[in-house]
């Protein structure tokens, strides 16, 4: 097992010896292709332009350490010291794995053009506060490897990234960001909106008591909120479908189910102590509805590619007789 070396053992960069330094950079350059072509598998086939960048970029990092590996075999031999990154105080970092993973691809993009301008830019550092000629040397050749770094992969974006790439792009994100959370959303909030209706005004015609009446209906909101939210999680890990993490889709439906619910259920904390305080509740409960509805309508539009008549009609039907269900059960 490795521990992080304390601060104060740790070297400096300009303390190492050429050998050193040029197999820290060789250390650099592999674990710069690693990253570039993590984030080529985290494109994927959804977002194709992002991809081929990224692989040709970690293709350049590996000729590129190649080349250094070369110049060090010529130099030193084979047998490349044991010194790492940690090691060394004043040396590059790298954001960890698990962090990189979660990016879109312009932040990758980003974050690439980053850890090349850092390199560049340490190296050129480096170089102007080395006393030892062939350090300063070694230092000022890798600076002008990075800055060709930056520039290969600025000429890579200009290639691979067309207008109609980066429209494509947009498109792969949208949908994804429809598959994760909007549709999901959307099953949760009508599952809320128009589940709860019966249970909620069943209790209210039975009892006409706003008080019990809310506490039915909260009941109803989290315990649908909870219920959706894992079977949505536990019913498609998002492998195959493509549909993405299945705690933010769980996250996303049992969230909105419970919001869906908890919207006709709080007219409710009406007191019982106020005059038609039943009635005040309800037509209250009954407007929230019909904006739930209409909220409902409005995304399967915007994000579905439902027409809005359609979709209103689909929903007040399905609202309305949920909601007759309800008074019936509770008025007989």
């Known amino acids: 097992m490795h521990f992080l070396a304390p601060f104060s053992t740790r070297r400096s960069v300009a303390d190492l010896t050429e050998r050193e330094v040029l197999a ?6 592999e674990e ?22 990224f692989s040709d970029m970690a293709e350049e990092e590996r000729g590129h350490r190649a080349m250094l590996f070369d110049l060090y075999r010529q130099r030193f031999g084979e047998h490349l010291p044991p010194i790492r990154r940690e090691d060394v105080r004043d040396f590059l970092t790298r954001r960890p794995v698990w962090w990189t993973k979660n990016l879109k691809p312009e932040q990758m993009r980003e974050e690439a053009a980053l850890m090349e301008i850092q390199a560049a830019n340490f190296y050129e550092r480096a170089a102007s506060q080395a006393l030892d000629t062939r350090i300063r040397e070694m230092f000022v050749k890798l600076a002008e490897i990075e800055r060709g770094h930056e520039k290969r992969a600025e000429t890579l974006q200009g290639e ?12 792969a994100k949208h949908r994804q960001f429809v598959l994760t959370y909007v549709q999901p959303g959307l099953a949760g909030l009508i599952d809320g909106s128009v589940s709860t209706l019966a249970p909620l005004f069943a209790a209210a015609f039975a009892t006409k008591n706003n008080w019990e009446t809310f506490l039915v209906g909260l009941a109803a909101s989290i315990g649908a909120g909870i219920s959706m939210g894992i079977t949505e999680a536990m019913s498609d890990d998002g492998k195959i479908s493509g549909r993405g993490s299945p705690w933010l889709r769980g996250i996303a439906c ?73 008074i019936l059960i509770g008025s007989s």
Request: glycine share 8%; charged share 10%; aromatic share 10%.
């Open 24 to 29: 820290l950079a060789i250390a650099n350059e």
């Open 160 to 171: 691979l990234l067309t207008p109609d790439a980066i429209e494509g792009e947009k498109a």
């Open 32 to 53: 710069d292709s690693r990253i570039y072509q993590a984030f080529a598998e985290a494109c994927g086939t959804e977002f194709p332009a992002s991809t081929q960048l």
């Open 254 to 326: 049992g969230v909105m189910t419970t919001v869906g619910g908890l919207g006709h259920t709080l007219p409710y904390l009406v007191p019982n102590s106020w005059p038609n305080a039943f009635y005040i509740a309800t037509w209250i409960a009954a407007v929230i509805v019909a904006v739930e509805l209409v909220a409902i309508a409005w995304i399967r539009t915007k994000y579905m590619d439902t027409p809005f008549l359609r979709s209103m009609f689909q929903v007040i039907v399905g609202g309305t007789l949920v909601l007759l269900a309800g």
